[in-house]
C-alpha cells in the first residue's frame, strides 16, 4: 500500500509516492490546462500509482476550498472556479482510499514547520509570493483552517497604497500590489519596459531606479500585511516563499523595515521574517504530511 500526495494550483499540478516522514522523493508535474482539468489530474495520479494499491491520499490545492465537502473553488482555475468535488473525484478513482484536503497555502506552512524553516516552532505565518499572494497558519503544531479551510489568505488582506481591482472581485488587496504580475503591471505603468517578475528582479538588483521602487512598494505592503497578521495571531515566526519572494534585498529589506516599523506590540516585537527552505517542494510535501494524517 502507497500514500500519495497531490499538489493543484493554477499553472501545474505535481504528484508523488509520500515518504514514511511525509516527505515527497520523487514527483511528476503536468501544466494546469484550460480544459479537462480533472483529467489531467487523474491521469498524473494514475500514472504515479502504477497500479499499486493506495491507501491514502493528501491534497493541496488553490483556494478557495471547502475542506468539510471536498469541493474546491480555486479562482485560478475556471474550470472550477464553480466548484468542484475534489475529495470524491480522488476517491473514486482509489476506492477505500482515505484524503485529506487542505488549501495550498496551509499545506505550505505545515511543511515549513515539520521539514523547513519552521521546524522547532509551534506557531507560525506561512506566505508563497508568486504569481499571487498566499499563505497558511500553523497554531500548536497543526493547521488552523478556519471555518472552511481558507485561514491565511493573506493575499487578501487589504492594505493602503491601492485600490485596483483583485482578481477575487475585491479592491485594495495586498495581491495587488505584491505578487509578481501585479509589481511588474505597477513598473511598466511608470515607463518600465521589462516583461516578467525574474526580469524586474534582476534590474531591481542591478539599480534601476524603477524596478527598486516597484519591489520597494510591494515589499513594503508584504511588511505590512505580516505585522498586521502576526499581531491577529500572536506569532512570531513568518515564512515567506515562493518565486517572487527570490527577489533578493530590493524586496526583503523594505519587507523587514516595514514589517519593523508596524509590529510595536509587545508580544510581537522578536517577530522574525525568514526565508522558506523548502521551495517548490513546500507545498507537495504539506500534501504528503496530510496523508499521515489521513492514514491514521
Known amino acids: 500500500m502507497i500514500r500519495l500526495a497531490l499538489d493543484v494550483g493554477g499553472t501545474k499540478m505535481a504528484a508523488g509516492v509520500v515518504s514514511e516522514d511525509g516527505r515527497v522523493p520523487e514527483f511528476r508535474t503536468v501544466p494546469t490546462p484550460e480544459t479537462g482539468a480533472w483529467a489531467a489530474c487523474a491521469a498524473l495520479l494514475e500514472s504515479i500509482a502504477d497500479g499499486r494499491a493506495v491507501d491514502a491520499v493528501g491534497i493541496a490545492c488553490a483556494g478557495p476550498v471547502d475542506t ?12 472550477w472556479a464553480s466548484g468542484f468535488t475534489l475529495v470524491d473525484a ?12 487542505a488549501m495550498d497555502g496551509a499545506a505550505a506552512a505545515l511543511a515549513e514547520h515539520h521539514h523547513g524553516a519552521g521546524r522547532g516552532t509551534p506557531d507560525l505565518l506561512s506566505l508563497v509570493v508568486s504569481t499571487g499572494v498566499g499563505g497558511g497558519v500553523v497554531l500548536g503544531g497543526h493547521i488552523a483552517p478556519g471555518r472552511t479551510g481558507n485561514a491565511g489568505h493573506i493575499g487578501h488582506l487589504v492594505v493602503p497604497g491601492t485600490d ?8 485594495g488587496c495586498l495581491e495587488t500590489m505584491a505578487s509578481g504580475p501585479a509589481a511588474v503591471r505597477w513598473a ?15 534590474d531591481a538588483r542591478r539599480g534601476d531606479a524603477l524596478a527598486r521602487a516597484a519591489l520597494h512598494r510591494a515589499g513594503t505592503a508584504l511588511g505590512i500585511a505580516i505585522a498586521s497578521a502576526a499581531a491577529l495571531l500572536d506569532v512570531n515566526l513568518a515564512v515567506v516563499g515562493g518565486g517572487f519572494a527570490q527577489s533578493g534585498e530590493p524586496l526583503w529589506v523594505p ?14 516585537e522578536d517577530l ?7 521551495g517548490e517542494r513546500g507545498t507537495l510535501t504539506g500534501a504528503g504530511l496530510l496523508s499521515l494524517v489521513a492514514a491514521i
Open 188 to 202: 511598466r505603468a511608470q515607463g518600465w519596459i521589462g516583461a516578467t517578475g525574474l526580469e524586474l528582479a534582476g
Open 68 to 79: 468539510a465537502s471536498g469541493v474546491v473553488a480555486p479562482i485560478n482555475i475556471n474550470e
Open 255 to 268: 519587507l523587514r523595515e516595514s514589517a519593523a516599523r508596524h509590529a510595536r506590540l509587545s508580544f510581537i
Open 272 to 278: 522574525r521574517i525568514v526565508p522558506a527552505e523548502l
Open 164 to 171: 485596483e481591482l483583485c482578481s477575487c472581485g475585491g479592491v
Open 90 to 101: 480522488v476517491g473514486a478513482l482509489f476506492p477505500g482510499a482515505r484524503t485529506t484536503l
